[in-house]
Antibody, heavy 121, light 110 residues
Framework: EVRLVESGGGLVQPGGSLTLSCAVSGFTFNDYYIDWIRRPPGKGLEWVGRSRNKANDYSTNYAASVKGRFAVSRDDSRNSLYLHMNSLKSEDSAMYYC?????????????WGQGTLVTVS | QSVLTQPPSASGTPGQRVTISCSGSSSNIESKGVNWYQQLPGTAPKLLIYNNNHRPSGVPDRFSASKSGTSASLAVSGLRSEDEADYYCAAWDVSLGGMLFGGGTKLTVL
């Protein structure tokens, strides 16, 4: 069974830091890209960043709103992805999801985690 | 403000057909595949359509999608009460180097 499980959310003060984790199982982690997507309260979905696999040099992309403050890393040995968030602002408050992309068939986000809530206040 | 534009709301009665539009540009919808997601309250989004018009296994054929130029649309036929949810289009933007989501459309079944 394909699973993605986020953890690490919580309450943090403005200017603070937090690291989210996304643990995956049920599929070959290194065959997929993994993205972070968030949904602020009362708003729509917003893409945060992308982590590509080893075949694509583990390259990353970030939304302009988080570039320079957030960083994605992955540990293939632990089948885990991390979102390191620094200089947090109130507008970063959101439910954060990780989701996988099968780049070979252009299938973005066929599986999502349940989300982890970040509140900056 | 989202670069992909969706109507904020749509509605229909049970059994009707409803369409939701998504307008973008040459750097996203026109050049990349469009995906559609359904998000029910309190749950994670669910993939409905990928790469313009492909349905993942398990998604009913009541859901269909198309794309033309810089616009895409999702159609829901035989509307059911359980279709009441938020719907999002998404496409990679080659200029921005990131995934763009539409602002979302709240579908109400009257």
């Amino acid at each position: 069974e394909v699973r993605l499980v986020e953890s690490g959310g919580g309450l943090v003060q403005p200017g603070g830091s937090l690291t989210l984790s996304c643990a995956v199982s049920g599929f070959t982690f290194n065959d997929y890209y993994i993205d972070w997507i968030r949904r602020p309260p009362g708003k729509g979905l917003e893409w945060v960043g992308r982590s590509r696999n080893k075949a694509n040099d583990y390259s990353t992309n970030y939304a302009a709103s988080v570039k320079g403050r957030f960083a994605v890393s992955r540990d293939d040995s632990r089948n885990s992805l991390y979102l390191h968030m620094n200089s947090l602002k109130s507008e970063d408050s959101a439910m954060y999801y990780c989701a996988r992309t099968d780049i070979n068939i252009l299938k973005d986000y066929d599986y999502w985690g349940q989300g982890t809530l970040v509140t900056v206040s | 403000q989202s670069v992909l534009t969706q109507p904020p709301s749509a509605s229909g009665t049970p059994g009707q057909r409803v369409t939701i539009s998504c307008s973008g540009s040459s750097s996203n919808i026109e050049s990349k595949g469009v995906n559609w997601y359904q998000q029910l309250p309190g749950t994670a989004p669910k993939l409905l359509i990928y790469n313009n018009n492909h349905r993942p296994s398990g998604v009913p054929d009541r859901f269909s999608a198309s794309k033309s130029g810089t616009s895409a649309s999702l159609a829901v036929s035989g509307l059911r009460s359980e279709d009441e949810a938020d719907y999002y289009c998404a496409a990679w933007d080659v200029s921005l180097g990131g995934m763009l989501f539409g602002g979302g459309t709240k579908l109400t079944v009257l």
